[in-house]
């Protein structure tokens, strides 16, 4: 595979030919980059909207704080995935009881088709804005699309699409350039945050904090680590191999951290257009992605409004098939079903049957008449109800030298992938309590 190629040659030709060298960078990406774009999906686009629109430029900061959580639990459960050769649901059967299985992987299950349901809906609605036609028949289509996307594609083709939908993303940091952002106010509410005990502002913490850290995320990039594992036969779970251990990890860390960073520094970008349209005019009740793209027309011109939609439905086109691959990998390991987006549909049937499944109940819920709000909450609340123990789940493992073998974690991911821990059981118990009052 082509990650394979630029980690064997990228260093050696970088030095004479510097497009070659931005090559074998681009090779080197591959779960953590695309995880990363996942999580700015439409969903995460009206959160992000919702903030900037009510708070403007404040909440900002957030993007700073949540960024190494983010990047330590990925990190970790790249590691899982790569040391084990096997996904997290695996190890979960392996090494606990089954009712923490079975219980984790159908509120995975509830929150990712929730999810669906969410950025498949937001993702109609937006092409709707661009393209004549009713909205019904866009929803269908991006359904369909995302859908045919996993069945009809092999993993190794499938994923360089991925990675190219990944572009979609930069609408947004083109959009705030268009409004000639950042501004100094910008900048010092990044580095200087003004934090606030209201109820609503702990609320949209929350739902940053919620959107950011999103399970499904979690299971993707393990399973995706164990996708290359099975498809290059020169490459083994480290824990078979340990020669492989430097470069692999180092890989996975590169892949990662860059991966989450482009995530929030496109998550930081929206919120940056929605305060400095929406925020500065007044505009402060944003509930959906296609109302924020249509309520920035006005202010920021045909262009930037155009930018930002299709935006939408890119980041969804790359979304969906990641929530409901990550609930496909789930379910399979729970079964020891054979899954992989490699095999054809009649060789991995309940791998494929989930995906389906999953896709068509997220599309139904968009005929049923539930709220788009509503959904957008409860997809939040599900992922926060599912991160933390997930979480510590994968923490547990990853430290376990029976799992690990002798690549446990180092002192200095512990500490972060505890606190990123602590930190989302908090925001759990902080949605119940908001949904309390």
Do not use: C
Not at 384 to 400: D, I, Y
């Amino acid at each position: 595979m082509n990650r394979q190629k630029g980690r064997s040659h990228g260093p050696r030709v970088a030095s004479k030919v510097p497009v070659s060298g931005v090559l074998s960078i681009l090779g080197k990406l591959g779960p953590g980059l695309i995880t990363g774009a996942a999580d700015d999906d439409p969903s995460g686009i009206a959160t992000y909207s919702q903030v900037g629109a009510q708070f403007g430029y404040g909440m900002l900061w957030t993007m700073l704080f949540s960024f190494p959580l983010m990047a330590a639990i990925q990190e970790i459960s790249a590691r899982i995935g790569r040391v084990t050769g096997i996904g997290i649901a695996g190890n979960i059967r392996r090494h606990f009881p089954k009712p923490y299985l079975y219980g984790i992987v159908s509120l995975l299950l509830i929150a990712n088709i929730f999810n669906i349901g969410a950025d498949i809906g937001a993702m109609g609605a937006a092409a709707g804005l661009i393209f004549p036609g009713p909205t019904a028949l866009f929803v269908i289509l991006a359904g369909s699309i995302s859908l045919l996307l996993q069945v009809l594609i092999p993993y190794s083709s499938y994923v360089k699409y991925l990675k190219w939908l990944t572009l979609a993303l930069f609408s947004y940091v083109v959009t705030a350039i268009i409004l000639h952002e950042p501004r100094w106010e910008a900048l010092r509410a990044t580095f200087l945050p003004g934090l606030s005990l209201h109820g609503a502002y702990f609320t949209a913490l929350i739902a940053i904090l919620g959107t950011t850290i999103s399970p499904y995320l979690f299971f993707w990039q393990a399973s995706e680590e164990v996708e290359d594992v099975t498809l290059n036969a020169t490459e083994h779970p480290i824990k078979q191999a340990p020669k492989q251990a430097p470069v692999q990890l180092e890989r996975i860390r590169f892949d990662t951290y860059l991966g989450m960073a482009f995530s929030n520094i496109v998550a930081f970008f929206i919120i940056l257009t929605a305060a400095s349209t929406l925020y500065a005019h007044g505009i402060r009740d944003i509930q959906t992605s296609d109302q924020a793209a249509r309520a920035l027309e006005p202010l920021a011109g045909r262009f930037a409004f155009s930018i930002f939609a299709l935006g939408i439905v890119g980041t969804g086109l790359l979304a969906v098939p990641v929530l409901a691959g990550s609930a496909a990998y789930a379910v399979s390991e729970v079964f020891q079903w054979k899954a992989s987006l490699e095999k054809k549909p009649t060789h991995a049937v309940g791998f494929y049957t989930t995906i389906g499944i999953a896709t068509f109940m997220g599309l139904v819920l968009n005929f049923i008449h539930l709220n788009p709000i509503k959904a957008l909450f409860w997809s939040a609340v599900l992922n926060g109800v599912v991160a933390g123990p997930v979480m510590a789940f994968m923490m547990l493992l990853a430290r376990n030298p029976k799992v690990m073998g002798e690549f446990t974690l180092p002192k200095s991911l512990r500490i972060a992938g505890w606190l990123a821990t602590g930190a989302m059981i908090l925001v759990s118990l902080g949605m119940f309590a908001t949904i309390s009052q």
